[in-house]
Antibody
C-alpha cells in the first residue's frame, strides 16, 4: 500500500530556509488522479495547508505563505519537496505530507509528520 | 484565522450522538465545493473520515456521517465510544483564496 515519509532537519535557525522531502513508496507519484501536498500543525494548534503540487510540476500555494514557499517534485526519485524561506519561531510545527485527490481535493493518505523547530 | 469556523469543543456520554458544525461562506462551502472531515487522535497524523460531504472511506464505521447545507456542513457521530475522543477538522476549497482551507478544529471529549 502507498506510504509517505517526511525527512529533513528537525532544527532550523531563524532567517534560514526549512527544507523537507516526502518520499512516496508503494505507488507512483506520477498519478494523474492526485496532487501531493504539505500541511503543518504548530504545537497545540490546528492544521494549515501550505501548498500542493502535481507530478507535472503545477503548484498552488496558501496565499499567506506563497512569498516564502517553493514546492517541487522529482518523479525519478518518487519524491516531492518543500522549501520555506526566512523562517521564524512561528514556523515551528509538525509538517505533514499527504496525497490529495484532484477530484474533490481531499487528503486521503498522510505521512506520520516531522517536527521542525525554529530556534537559534 | 480560519474562514471555516468550528466549535472549539463538544462533548457527549458514551452511546450518545454529537454533531460538529463547520460554517463557511459563499466562496467555499456555499459555492458547492466539497467538504471533507478528518479525525486526529492524540499524537498521530490526521485520518480522512468523510469525503465529498457525506462519503465514508473503507473502514470508517457508519456511526460517522456528514452533511452539507448552504454555507455549512456537519459531522455527526452516533453511538459515541471512548475511542472517538479526538480532534476533528473540516476542509474545503475557497475560490477567493484559490486555495485549501481547514477549519480550526473541534476537540471531542467522551464523558
Amino acid at each position: 500500500q502507498l506510504q509517505l515519509q517526511e525527512s529533513g532537519p528537525g532544527l532550523v535557525k531563524p532567517s534560514e530556509t526549512l527544507s523537507l522531502t516526502c518520499t512516496v513508496s508503494g505507488g507512483s507519484i506520477s498519478s494523474s488522479s492526485h496532487y501531493w501536498g504539505w500541511i503543518r500543525q504548530p504545537p497545540g494548534k490546528g492544521l494549515e495547508w501550505i501548498g500542493s503540487i502535481y507530478y507535472s510540476g503545477t503548484t498552488y500555494y496558501n496565499p499567506s505563505l506563497k512569498s516564502r514557499v517553493t514546492i517541487s517534485v522529482d518523479t525519478s526519485k518518487n519524491h516531492f519537496s518543500l522549501k520555506l524561506s526566512s523562517v521564524t519561531a512561528a514556523d515551528t510545527a509538525v509538517y505533514y505530507c499527504a496525497r490529495q485527490w484532484v477530484d474533490g481535493r481531499a487528503f486521503d493518505i498522510w505521512g506520520q509528520g516531522t517536527m521542525v523547530t525554529v530556534s537559534s | 484565522q480560519s474562514v471555516l469556523t468550528q466549535p472549539p469543543s463538544v462533548s457527549g456520554a458514551p452511546g450518545q450522538r454529537v454533531t460538529i458544525s463547520c460554517t463557511g461562506s459563499s466562496s467555499n462551502i456555499g459555492a458547492r465545493y466539497d467538504v471533507h472531515w478528518y479525525q486526529q487522535l492524540p499524537g498521530t497524523a490526521p485520518k480522512l473520515l468523510i469525503y465529498g460531504n457525506n462519503n465514508r472511506p473503507s473502514g470508517v464505521p457508519d456511526r460517522f456521517s456528514g452533511s452539507k447545507s448552504g454555507t455549512s456542513a456537519s459531522l455527526a457521530i452516533t453511538g459515541l465510544q471512548a475511542e472517538d475522543e479526538a480532534d476533528y477538522y473540516c476542509q474545503s476549497y475557497d475560490s477567493s483564496l484559490s486555495g485549501l482551507l481547514f477549519g480550526g478544529g473541534t476537540k471531542l471529549t467522551v464523558l
